[in-house]
């Protein structure tokens, strides 16, 4: 592969997700000792500065700790997190909605709990001073609304009760320098636009769960972006593990696309890109995709959130998003089968 894409280490962010999520590579619990710490002193190796976590992701005490093992000073990197959805008793009813298959690895601190929604401003003040507390740093990098589209299928939301008190909160926040940025971390495009709209002048960053079967609504999130000032987020690159199939999606074992189990429309859809891609691995075009966002669109599209349990992977992912290629011919036929849209820069 030739060296094709500059791409600075700053526009990489670690996914902390998986350290309280795990499962370990070969499964079980995640161990702070043997799994986060060689991932996060890799990571810095590399030169990537910026961590992404949440309430409901577990992990960033782990992260906290492993800071402090390697004896990183946790104000010299910067921290994002997310609200909204935090921990509580799994008891009276209580509904786990997270996927059979994310559940596999949690350390044991965090078992009995589930996850719950609380979007009232002391709620949101709790959960973000908790993530405070936990990482170890003084402020805040970014915090994101931790998908509200889901919140409204689960439980239904109300703008003005459930979104605008806690971002007015968040405003507060931010005048106070607590918080630096303000975001939302979703799994839906169209939720970027409906925000803009009802909470005009907020935003900072739009993190979106990414893989190049999104490229179309992507595109014109990135053109909002340039109009309404906020900055673009790819939170991850493969949606799940969509993007990483070696073998036909079609029959492929059960796996994740957008942090569901895929149904047979999805498996179809990326049967559709494993075929025409041929001999590339369906992992080098999300990691080219995400690479091309990061250099055509600069100014709008920011950050790469990459995450894996095994260290050499991140060292892969981030040679791969700047030097993966995909031959002509197969973005070629991509764009004629209208799975990538016409008008993405292809080089
Ligand atoms: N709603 C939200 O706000 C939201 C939703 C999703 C994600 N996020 C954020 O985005 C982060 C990244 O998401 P993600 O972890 O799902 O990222 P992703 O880029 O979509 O996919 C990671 C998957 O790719 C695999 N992988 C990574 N490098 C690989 C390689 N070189 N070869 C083969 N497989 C490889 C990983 O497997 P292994 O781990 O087994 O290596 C894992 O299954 C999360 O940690 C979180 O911070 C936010």
Redesign the pocket.
């Known amino acids: 592969m030739a060296a094709a894409r500059e791409i600075s280490s700053d526009k990489f962010?670690?996914?902390?997700?998986?350290f309280g999520f795990g499962p370990a590579?070969g499964g079980g619990a995640v161990s702070t000792e043997r799994h986060v710490i060689p991932l996060v002193r890799t990571a810095l190796d590399q030169g990537v500065r910026a961590f992404?976590?949440?309430t409901l992701?577990r992990a960033t005490l782990q992260l906290g700790a492993a800071l402090d093992a390697l004896g990183v000073d946790p104000n010299t990197i910067r921290f994002q997190t997310?609200c909204l959805r935090y921990l509580g008793l799994n008891a009276g009813g209580a509904k786990e909605h997270q996927p059979e298959a994310l559940l596999q690895g949690i350390p044991r601190r965090y078992q009995g709990l589930t996850d719950k929604w609380d979007p009232s401003p002391k709620g949101i003040e709790q959960q973000i001073c908790r993530e405070r507390i936990e990482y170890g740093g003084d402020i805040l990098y970014g915090v994101?609304l931790?998908?509200p589209p889901d919140m409204r299928k689960q439980v239904g939301l109300d703008w003005s009760t459930d979104i605008a008190p806690g971002v007015e909160w968040l405003r507060e926040a931010k005048r106070t320098g607590f918080v630096e940025r303000i975001g939302?971390?979703?799994?839906e495009p169209d939720f970027v636009h409906e925000f803009i709209a009802k909470e005009p002048a907020t935003l900072d960053y739009a993190?979106l769960?990414?893989?190049p079967s999104i490229l179309g609504p992507l595109m014109k999130i990135i053109s909002a972006a340039g109009q309404h000032g906020f900055e673009v987020t790819l939170?991850?690159?493969?949606?799940?593990?969509a993007?990483?199939l070696t073998e036909d999606p079609l029959t492929a074992p059960p796996f994740?696309y957008n942090?569901e189990v895929a149904n047979a429309a999805e498996r179809e859809l990326m049967s559709r890109f494993f075929r025409i891609c041929g001999s590339t691995p369906l992992?080098h075009l999300?990691a080219a995709v995400a690479g091309l966002l990061v250099t055509h669109f600069p100014k709008a599209v920011t950050q790469i959130?990459?995450?894996?349990?095994?260290p050499?992977?991140?060292v892969?992912?981030m040679r791969?998003v700047r030097e993966a290629e995909v031959p002509a011919p197969v973005w070629a036929e991509l764009k004629a089968a209208e799975l990538i849209p016409r008008e993405f820069p292809t080089s």
Do not use: E, W
């Open positions: 962010v670690f996914g902390c997700h998986r590579p992404d976590s949440a992701y997310k994101a931790h998908d939302l971390g979703i799994k993190g769960t990414f893989c939170m991850g690159i493969n949606y799940g593990q993007f990483t994740l942090y992992l999300s959130v990459t995450s894996t349990m095994t050499s992977r991140l892969d992912t791969l």
